[in-house]
C-alpha cells in the first residue's frame, strides 16, 4: 500500500462527497445548500488540485484538467455568493440560489470523471 | 523545458497545500467564533470576511480588526493563527523565490530562450564552439563582415564575457557542453541556415566528437575543426571533415614558405589581414645556416619538420627529452634559457632561433639570452597566451607564433573569403616572386599604407540583380565595366581584380576585357569604399547602363514602354515620310 495514494485518493473522493451533499436539495432554496459546506467543496478541491500537481504522465495530465475545471466553477460559485451577500441590497434570492448551485454541479461533473478516471487507473494497475 | 515545469510544480505542492489548509483553519475559526457588532450585538463573521482578515493578516498587511472591532475571544484565536499564517506565507514565497533561482531552472529557461533566438535567425550563419582566444578573434572577424554566428561554451565566465563584450550585433550564446549532441541541436545544427560549424575547444577529443556529431547530423554543414595532434587530424579526415587545422604545423608550413617566397607571404599577409591595418614590412628570414630550436613538442616538431626539410643545418635544446623523443642530431639537454645551454647548441654561429617552449617565460627568456649572445638571430617566437602580446612585441622576435590568432585568421578567411584561399594555393603552386612583388607594388599605390580591404563577388541574383537584367537584355558585360566608377565613368574604382573564377577555371589576375556572366565568381581588393560603389554598379541598373555607355535613359518600367512607344512611331513616320519620297 502506497500513504501517498490513499492521501490522493481520499482527496479526490472526499472533494466528490462533499460537492454532492453541497449539490442535493432543491436548486433553488437557500435553506438547502449550506455556505460552510460550499467552503469545504472549495478547499477540499484546492488541496486534491495541488495534489495534482507535478505528474508527467497522461493521466496526470487529465485528471489535473478536470480538477482545474472543478476549481474553476466553485470559485464562480463562491465569488457569486460573495457578491450576492455583501454587496446587492436583495442578499441572497433563489436565482442566485439556483445558478451558485448549478455551477457546482458543475463542478461535480468535473469531479466525477476524476474518480472516474481514478478508477480505471486502478484497474489497469491490477491488470 | 516541460519537465522543469513539472518539476516546478511537483516541488510547489507541499508549500501550496500547507498554504491552503492553514488559511482555511484560520478562516474557519474566525468564522465560527461569535462576534459582536458596533452596537455590541451578537453577529457572526461572514466566511467572506474572514477570508479578507486572513489574507492581510497572513502577509503582515495589518488594517486591523474588520469590520467590527473583535471580541477577545476573536483575539485569541488571531494572536495564535497570526503566527502559524505568517510563517507558511513565509516558507510558501520563500520556496517559490527558491524554485525561481534554482540553477537548473536559471539553465533550463536560458536555453529555451538561446533555442527559439537561434530559431528565428533568418540569415545563414556558422556554429562556433568553443569562444576561447581562437573563438572570439572568429566571432569578432565574422561579424566585421556581418556574418552571423552562435556561440556554445562549456565556460560559463566565456559566455558571460561574450555578453559583455559590446558587440555590435546580437550573437546568441548558450553555456553548455558542445561534446552532446542535444546541445549542438539547440544551436541549430538542424537549421537549414546553418552554414558550417567550427570546433575550436581547446580539447581535441571534444572537437573529434561535435566534428562527428555535425557529420551525422546535418552531413550538408561545412565542418571546420581545430586539432593539435597527427590522430586526431588523421581521424577526423576520415569521416570527411572539411577543413582541419594544425595551428603548429599550418605555422611551421608558413615559415617555411616565407623563407622561399618573402614576397608572396608579405602579398597573402596584407590581403588576409584586417582591412585598414597598417601594412607590415617584408620579413627575410635567412636562407642558410643553423638554426636553434628550443623545445621539442609540438610546435618544436612541426618546425624541425619544415626547417630540415629546406636543408638547414639545426641543433635542438630540450628540457625533457625522454618525454619527448630525439631528433636524429641529438639533442642539447636543458631549457634553453641559460647561456651555456644555448652555447652548447652553437648559437654564436646560428642565423635563426625558434623560441618554442610552451611557457612563455621561458620563451621571453630564451630569447633576451640568446640576443645578447648573438643580436644578428632571426627569432621565431611562440607565444602560448595573448595576455603576453606586449611583452613579445618588445623582446625583439621578427615572428611571434600565437596558435589562436593563427588558426581564427585561416578559419576567418576561409569562411569569408574562401576564393582568397583558393588564390594563396595559386600563388604557392606557381612559385613566382617577381609576379607577387609586381602585384604589391599595385596594392601599394592603390591603398596608401593600409592593408587592402578584399571581398568576393558572385554574379547571381542577390549579389549582382544589374547584371542579370543586363544579360537578360544581351548586354555584353566585361570586368572593366564592374571597375568603373558609377559617379564618374572616366574614372576607375580603386580595385584591383585577383582571381575570376568561370566554371572549372580559375583565373588569377584576370584581364579587364574579360566578359563576366552569370555565376562567376570574383576575388577583388582594393580600398572599401570601391566595393560599396561596385555593390551599387551590381545592384541598380541605372548605374550599370551609365558605366557601360554613359547614357542615362529613362529606365522605369512606364518610361520604358512610352520610350518603344515613341521609337515605334518615330521609325513609322520614317518609313512614311521614305515612302512619300
Known sequence: MNPEKVVFGFFIVLALTLNFGFFVGEIDNPNHH??????????????????????RTQMGAVLLATSLVAMLQLLAASLIWTIAVHTTETGMTPSVMASIVSLSGGAMIANVVSVVLLVIETVLLRR | MDTIFFLVLRRMRTPLLTLIVVYAIAMAGLALIPAQDAEGHPTAMSLFHAFYFVSYMSTTIGFGELPNAFTDAQRIWVALSVFSTVAVWIYAIGNLITLLQDSTLQRAIAERRFRTRVRRLADPFYLVCGYGQTGSALVRGLMDRHIQSVVIDVDPERINLLQLDNQREYV?????????????????????????????TNVNEANLKIAIAAKLLHPEVKVICRADSHEIEANMASFGTDHIYDPFDAF???????????????????????????????????RHGRWVICGYGRFGKAMYKHLKAQGFALSVIEAEPHKTGIPTEGVVHGRGTEAVTLEQAEIRQAVGLVAGTDQDADN????????????????????NHIQNQELFDRVGAQSIMNPSTIIAHRIRMRLITPLLSDLSRLARLRRDEAWASQLISRI?????????????????????????????????ITLETLLRDPLERERLLPAIPLLLIQGQEQRPLPALDVPIGLGDRLLFCGREEARRRMDWVLCNIHALRYVTDGASPREGPVWRQLADWLGRLRDEKITTTKRME
Open chain 2, 364 to 383: 621571453l627568456s630564451i630569447i633576451m639570452t640568446a640576443l645578447t649572445l648573438n643580436p644578428d638571430l632571426f627569432v621565431i617566437a611562440r607565444e
Open chain 2, 444 to 476: 601599394i599605390a592603390l591603398v596608401e599604407g593600409r592593408k587592402p580591404y578584399v571581398w568576393e563577388v558572385t554574379i547571381d541574383a542577390t549579389q549582382a540583380p544589374a547584371i542579370l537584367e543586363a544579360e537578360r537584355r544581351r548586354q555584353a
Open chain 1, 34 to 55: 449550506h455556505a460552510w459546506e460550499l467552503f469545504f467543496v472549495v478547499i477540499v478541491n484546492m488541496i486534491a488540485t495541488v495534489l495534482k500537481f507535478g505528474d
Open chain 2, 252 to 286: 611551421a608550413a608558413y615559415i617555411a614558405f616565407s623563407i622561399q617566397s618573402p614576397c608572396q607571404t608579405l602579398l597573402i599577409d596584407w590581403l588576409s589581414g584586417r582591412g585598414g591595418e597598417e601594412l607590415n614590412e617584408p620579413r627575410y628570414p635567412p
Open chain 2, 172 to 200: 546568441p550564446s548558450l553555456c553548455a557542453d558542445a561534446r552532446s549532441p542535444h546541445a549542438l541541436e539547440a544551436a541549430g545544427l538542424k537549421h537549414p541556415l546553418c552554414r558550417g560549424v567550427v570546433a575550436l
